[in-house]
């Protein structure tokens, strides 16, 4: 397992420069000149040469992309030209409040999925395999940011039982208040996933359920819940739990439409933000935030599914 | 051994006994049916695929009959009809804040929507066949440097990614397009290096190099038809998906820009109106859905139809 470890870990090394470099070299095709955005339109050449010269944007592209990954590993992320502060300690404040959102919708979309799912297996082909798997469809099928207004207008407006935008009401800071500010963006977020996780689920389980040892508990007279419950489910999950992690992974991208919708202070809001002022320290920053932690967060779930799997690491 | 006892299919002879039947040659009666015939058959009998794809082709007809078909023009503003609600005479589906009317603007957005999700899909399927083709059959340090390429790709969430190349190429329909299509690049190119790979070692292909095929006419005549059958569900699925990202990035601000009539554009104006006139963002967004929807259930057919093995 150790060997497996150490032989991920390491694949990653060139992925993750490979990613820096994305990042870099996408924000430098960024059209505009990053001194003339930070000093604005009346600033006078010389101060605009002044400013490309301490920024080291004279330099040749390789020197300026390996002293910005210096800074980066040292944790210096720049500064925000529209927050005028550093942008490190920002994003990783938004990067919580975005971790908050996926967590309760990755729990939602379990706690619904995956049962869903098993019972669709366990009964196929009844009205409920069928009603699920239709509702999976509708609910993969749905863009996001529709359904958030949907919720907004059913939940905040017309029944009013839920706030419809931020993260918290002024002058509270209590749990409950901020668990109400979650449920809808978490649901909205975790509809799709959902729906992912309960086909992923069903044809998992219906796999294992057609196994031979499941057939030998069956005749050895244990009971139908029993053998579910104890034999079944155990490698039907396998499986699933990686496209759970890989949902995690994706959910930390694809949040910022829910963001967007719910007015919510997240990474996603901060980036869309940054890219329509132009605040590319920002946005530079976000982006490589999220795709590291994308990147992680999919080598937890590969060195996870060989744990459980050990197919995975000798094969 | 006689030497008329070799049945090879060149053997002349006239003597019925040592007539050699061609393998193709059945006995009368009995229907033969290619694997796409087959396939045809299974997806008919499959409904809900039968009904999206009507649906599909209904869209796609009224999308090009736009402006024939369109009440009026879909960036005509009356302000004296501002947010009027769905069936008001002239209005079928209300107006938006300007008093636009919202049946146009859809059929008019549908162009724009339909054409951006099947030309991404193209563009994305037309690269990533390339490069998973050329990766695949060659294999060595070109594969390795195209997967290296490709893992970075997908590094990122796919929506990430195409905020990320809009942010570079700066925000427009024909701008967010084309992140859309690139970040579609690796899925084809995998899905077909992955079929590449196993089709290189089967013999027709041994075959083809050993009489002197050369290897391009080896990747376009042997090798990419038989990777059509996952292609095709792969892209069919991922124009729906294309879709709704093309108008999660004009509603983000990113793509397609207000005054068009876009349907995430649409979906994005009306937000503001949600307590007065809900209809104003939930008729785009539901074109969107049915489209999707429509797309998922025809790709879900077409799957079922084209590899039985994986209907369960």
Redesign the interface.
């Known amino acids: 397992m150790t060997a497996y470890i150490a032989r991920r870990v390491l694949s990653l090394i ?3 420069i ?2 820096t ?3 870099f070299l ?2 430098q ?3 505009g000149d990053p001194a003339q955005i930070m000093l604005g339109p009346k600033a006078t050449e010389t101060s605009l040469a002044q400013l490309r010269h301490d920024l080291g944007l004279d330099q040749p592209l390789h020197i300026q992309y390996v002293r910005w990954l210096t800074r980066v590993l040292q944790g210096n992320w720049g500064r925000s030209i529209q927050l005028k502060r550093e942008v490190l300690p920002f994003i990783l404040e938004r990067f919580q409040n975005t971790a908050y959102l996926t967590i309760l919708a990755v729990l939602f979309a379990c706690l619904v999925g995956i049962p869903a799912g098993i019972l669709s297996a366990v009964r ?1 082909y009844s009205l409920g395999d069928r009603t699920a798997m239709v509702l999976a ?2 609910g ?4 996001i ?2 359904l958030g ?2 919720l ?2 059913v939940f905040g ?1 017309k029944v009013g039982i839920l706030p419809v935008s931020g993260m918290r009401s002024p002058e509270r800071t209590d749990l409950v208040d901020l668990i109400n500010h979650l449920i809808l963006p978490s649901l909205t977020l975790a509809t799709g996933v959902t729906a992912i996780i309960a086909r992923m689920t ?2 998992s389980m ?1 796999e294992v359920i057609r196994q031979d040892y499941i057939r030998t508990a069956r005749s050895k007279g244990l009971r139908e819940s029993r053998v579910i419950s104890r034999h079944a489910l155990k490698n039907a999950l396998i499986p699933v739990i990686t496209v759970v992690g890989l949902q995690v ?2 959910l ?3 949040d ?2 829910v963001e ?2 719910f007015s919510y202070p997240g990474i996603g809001l901060a ?2 933000n940054g ?2 002022a132009r605040d ?1 320290p920002l ?1 530079q920053g976000a ?1 490589l935030l ?2 590291t932690s ?2 992680l967060v ?1 080598l937890a779930v590969d060195i996870t599914y060989a744990y459980l799997d050990p197919r995975i690491r000798y094969g | 051994m006689d030497s008329q006892d070799v049945k090879s299919p060149h053997f002349k002879g006239t003597d019925a006994r040592y007539r050699v039947r061609p393998i193709t040659e059945v006995e009368p009666g009995v229907q033969v049916r290619s694997p796409t015939q087959q396939a045809l058959r299974r997806l008919r009998r499959d409904r809900a695929a039968i009904a999206s794809a009507i649906f599909l082709l209904l869209m796609v007809i009224i999308s090009a009959l736009a402006p024939v078909l369109a009440p009026r023009d879909p960036i005509e503003t009356n302000l004296s009809q501002r947010l009027v609600p769905p069936a008001t005479p002239g209005y079928p589906l209300g107006a938006d804040d300007l008093g636009r009317d919202i049946l146009s603007r859809l059929i008019w957005g549908g162009r724009i929507s339909l054409l951006v999700g099947f030309s991404a899909v193209l563009f994305a399927m037309a690269f990533g066949v390339l490069v998973g083709l050329v990766g695949g059959y060659f294999g060595g340090w070109l594969d390795s440097l195209i997967m290296r390429l490709i893992d970075i790709l997908m590094a990122f969430p796919a929506i990430l990614l195409a905020i990320a190349i809009v942010a570079s190429l700066g925000p427009g329909l024909r701008n967010a397009m084309l992140a859309i299509s690139i970040v579609g690049i690796p899925y084809y190119a995998r899905i077909v290096r992955g079929s590449v790979l196993s089709l290189r070692e089967q013999e027709f292909v041994y075959a083809a190099r050993i009489i002197g095929v050369p290897d391009f006419g080896i990747l376009i005549r042997h090798v990419l038809p038989n990777c059509l059958g996952p292609l095709i569900v792969a892209a069919t699925l991922d124009v729906g998906w294309m879709i709704m990202a093309a108008a999660g990035l004009s509603f983000l601000g990113l793509g397609a820009q207000p005054p068009t009539a876009e349907w995430g554009v649409m979906l994005s104006q009306g937000r503001q109106f949600i307590r007065a006139a809900p209809h104003v963002s939930i008729m785009p967004g539901a074109a969107i859905f049915l489209v999707v929807l429509a797309l998922n259930l025809l790709g879900d057919g077409l799957r079922d139809a084209l590899d039985p093995r994986l209907r369960e």
């Open positions: 060139p992925v993750l490979g990613v470099l994305l990042v996408v924000m095709l960024a059209p196929q469809l509708v993969f099928s749905m863009p940011f529709w207004i949907i907004q207008i407006l069903r044809s219906l992974g994706y930390l991208g694809g910022v439409l967007m919708v980036m869309v890219i329509l590319f946005v982006i999220v795709a994308y990147v999919n």
